[in-house]
T-cell receptor
Framework: GAGVSQSPRYKVAKRGQDVALRCDPI?????LFWYQQALGQGPEFLTY????????KSGLPSDRFFAERPEGSVSTLKIQRTQQEDSAVYLC?????????????FGSGTRLTVV | GQQLNQSPQSMFIQEGEDVSMNCTSS?????WLWYKQDPGEGPVLLIA?????ELTSNGRLTAQFGITRKDSFLNISASIPSDVGIYFC??????????FGPGTRLSVLP
């Protein structure tokens, strides 16, 4: 597709449930980023992939969060044993550059609500 | 860690007015970005700035990379209703991820 596609758009999870969020970046884009956006705040960095390599995961808030991009295209962000504080919009972005230094294109996000 | 402040937090303006907002950092950055986010959507890149003092326009939008490298400014001329949304600045240093500000919420009165 022409843009970054994320699915599902909305996810409601019971506390303790595992969830998986999918990101389809723009075709051919080398770099892929995950950000978390709490209500009323700016996006906060979670992790960065260059092709299939996860070069930076310093923003992942706990070991319950795991991201992968096994073939260098589609990426999945997995959250295990979800907690209420995990409720947020999870944004995926991609860039054609193999660098973090240029602006990137965001998807519409997945809104996760943990009840 | 690095933090960004955006001013004002929110603003109401009349359609047709010019808008100014700014972003300040506790440390210097090499790149500044300005994004706009509509409700239920992801942020959309408006302008990217790569050099201190740089002034770049995109239609009615003009952004500047502050000479101290600790701030950036966004101006919108002759605002229209579709300018409503949240404007985020973001900054980074080479090889690092972008840090986003808390946003400026713009509302335009008809």
């Amino acid at each position: 597709g022409a843009g970054v596609s994320q699915s599902p758009r909305y996810k409601v999870a019971k506390r303790g449930q595992d969830v998986a969020l999918r990101c389809d970046p723009i075709s051919g884009h080398v770099s892929l980023f995950w950000y978390q956006q709490a209500l009323g705040q700016g996006p906060e960095f979670l992790t960065y992939f260059q092709n299939e390599a996860q070069l930076d995961k310093s923003g992942l808030p706990s070991d319950r969060f795991f991201a992968e991009r096994p073939e260098g295209s589609v990426s999945t962000l997995k959250i295990q044993r979800t907690q209420q504080e995990d409720s947020a919009v999870y944004l995926c972005a991609s860039s054609p550059f193999g660098s973090t230094d240029y602006g990137y294109t965001f998807g519409s996000g997945t809104r996760l609500t943990v009840v | 860690g690095q933090q960004l402040n955006q001013s004002p937090q929110s603003m109401f303006i009349q359609e047709g007015e010019d808008v100014s907002m700014n972003c300040t950092s506790s440390s210097i950055f090499n790149t500044w970005l300005w994004y706009k986010q509509d409700p239920g959507e992801g942020p959309v890149l408006l302008i990217a700035l790569y050099k201190a003092g740089e002034l770049t326009s995109n239609g009615r939008l003009t952004a500047q990379f502050g000479i101290t490298r600790k701030d950036s400014f966004l101006n919108i001329s002759a605002s229209i209703p579709s300018d409503v949304g949240i404007y985020f600045c973001a900054g980074n240093n080479y090889g690092q991820n972008f840090v986003f500000g808390p946003g400026t919420r713009l509302s335009v009165l008809p």
